[in-house]
């Protein structure tokens, strides 16, 4: 998985120098800023900017760029399953992803669908470089600010958590209140927030939404 840097492939990577890279976001100011930051490398070269998923797909057909640096909020809908779509359209690129959203559990599942790697856009400065260039040769890149998340979520039987803290997620996830959770357990207030807590720190995740899809991505809500 990614390290803390992205890791120094050198001229030995399975691609050929210079990187031809496309980039696809729909803020211009954004692109702009992305394609300065990747042509000021000696070993990068865009080759294509692309706005929306059509475009993408136009543009990966014509140019067969090594790399894909696609945002995954995209306006018309750039997601999960187009990273999968994409990926059988043109399986000899690699896409590195680059988001806002800082949830572990959203990074695996792109890398799940494909993707290679995945950059938090307020960290593309100083890693989408060498993210691209990992990527380029087929190597996995996480921003290391959600590495031990999506370690958490790869890792002890899936989750990581006790047979406890298993319990009270399954709980959390079919829609109980913290009062409810505590009283179908047997715990107090004051316990089952700190197995709630617990939980959070574990999975790297932030709200219950992100545990709700955790959950059920688990198998956690099957009888």
């Given at each position: ?26 803020h211009v100011l954004a692109r702009r800023s992305l394609r300065l930051l990747l ?185």
């Amino acid at each position: 998985m990614g390290a803390a840097t992205a890791p120094d492939v050198g001229r030995s990577a399975r691609w050929a120098f210079p990187l031809r890279v496309m980039l696809a976001d729909d803020h211009v100011l954004a692109r702009r800023s992305l394609r300065l930051l990747l042509d000021a490398e000696d070993d990068l070269e865009v080759i294509a900017e692309a706005t929306d998923l059509s475009a993408v797909t136009r543009h990966l057909r014509r140019y067969t760029p090594h790399v894909l640096v696609l945002d995954l909020q995209l306006a018309d809908g750039s997601s999960v399953e187009t990273i999968r779509r994409l990926r059988d359209h043109a399986p000899e690129t690699e896409i590195v992803v680059l988001s806002m959203d800082s949830s572990p559990l959203v990074a695996q599942q792109t890398l799940d669908a494909g993707a290679v790697a995945f950059v938090l856009k307020t960290r593309a400065e100083s890693e989408l470089s060498g993210a691209v260039r990992a990527g380029a040769a087929g190597i996995e890149y996480i921003s290391p600010q959600l590495a031990p998340g999506v370690d958490a979520l790869r890792h002890g039987g899936g989750h990581g958590l006790s047979p406890r803290e298993t319990e009270v997620l399954r709980v959390i996830a079919l829609g109980h209140t913290s009062a409810e959770i505590a009283a179908k357990l047997h715990l107090s207030p004051r316990t089952g927030e700190t197995h709630r807590a617990h939980i959070h720190r574990k999975l790297g995740l932030r709200t219950r939404a992100e545990l709700v899809r955790y959950a059920l991505r688990q198998r956690l809500l099957v009888p």
